[in-house]
């Protein structure tokens, strides 16, 4: 029987303790800071995006994993193992994929997927692979199963503070003084590997909260492994969200988890989302 390894890139927000757990190794895209290039993960954290913020009034850019990062990447992952699932952030939000797959081109045991998703919506796809990977599954076999695991990640998040979304040209100066004055926090829902504003909640975070939570999960099928909570909040927020899915669903885990770079650079602090698979 052949030995499965799963990986993915920085993007799905993995704690080190389920990357341990699951055997998950990670590949960092690039996150650059003023005249600094530093690898998501290992030479930049979240609240350093924040702070270079404060400091500076400009936010960081990310840019995607190269080929030849993927090329040494494979090349040593393989060293102790005889093939690869290389799962990666939708094709739609970055050239990750492409040079992932340009990549394998040189390791015919190797297999890239685009998880169509982001944050731990790709986290629970690469989750899903490495529990398939430890039943035996070859490599191919995992590919197939995930070709229907992938359409039921059910991933979104609401922002708080829309400055970020507004300083990166997502939202005009118009739409942000509006939101902000009526306290408005959109709900931004991942389908088919694109993002969409899908509701726009008022009020306390408190609230939000409350009636966000109940949106996603009332009424509604769902994988009982685990939810994740991602986030760029507060352990107050994180605890009080955990409380309001125990209202609505029983999950086996709740995993609580920091978002990375790559959603700190783009949704900012005060951004937080559930993420699971339906059913």
């Keep these: 029987m052949s030995k499965v390894k799963i990986c993915a890139d920085s993007v799905c927000d993995l704690s080190e303790e389920l990357k341990s757990r699951y055997g998950i190794s990670v590949i960092p895209l690039y996150v650059t800071c003023g005249d600094k290039t530093l690898r998501d993960g290992a030479e930049i954290t979240q609240k350093e995006v924040f702070a270079h913020y404060r400091s500076t009034g400009k936010l960081c850019a990310t840019s995607a994993v190269n080929v030849s990062d993927f090329e040494e990447f494979y090349a040593e992952q393989l060293k102790d193992n005889d093939e690869l699932v290389v799962i990666t952030i939708s094709s739609e939000f970055s050239g990750t994929f492409q040079n ?39 490599a191919d076999e995992i590919v197939t199963r995930l070709g229907d695991i992938i359409p039921r990640v059910d991933a979104s998040f609401f922002v708080a503070n829309v400055e970020y979304l507004h300083k990166g040209g997502r939202c005009s100066s118009i739409a942000a003084l509006g939101a902000n004055l009526l306290k408005l926090k959109p709900c931004i829902e991942v389908s088919d590997g694109k993002m969409n504003v899908v509701k726009k909640y008022r009020g306390s ?38 409380e309001e899915i125990k209202k609505y669903a029983e999950f086996d885990e709740i995993d609580i988890t920091d978002a990375g770079c790559t959603v700190a650079c783009h949704c900012g602090e005060d951004t937080l989302g559930v993420l699971f698979i339906r059913k």
């Design 100 to 138: 992932a797959k340009i990549a394998a081109e040189g390791f015919p045991n190797v297999k890239v997927v685009d998880s169509r998703n982001l944050s731990t919506g790709e986290g629970l796809v690469a989750v899903s692979a490495a529990r398939l990977a430890a039943e035996g599954l070859s």
């Design 205 to 242: 975070i408190e609230k939000v909260i409350r009636e966000y939570v109940k949106d996603r999960l009332e009424n509604v099928g769902y994988e009982p492994e685990r939810i994740f909570i991602t986030h760029t909040t507060s352990a107050e927020n994180t605890e009080m969200t955990a």
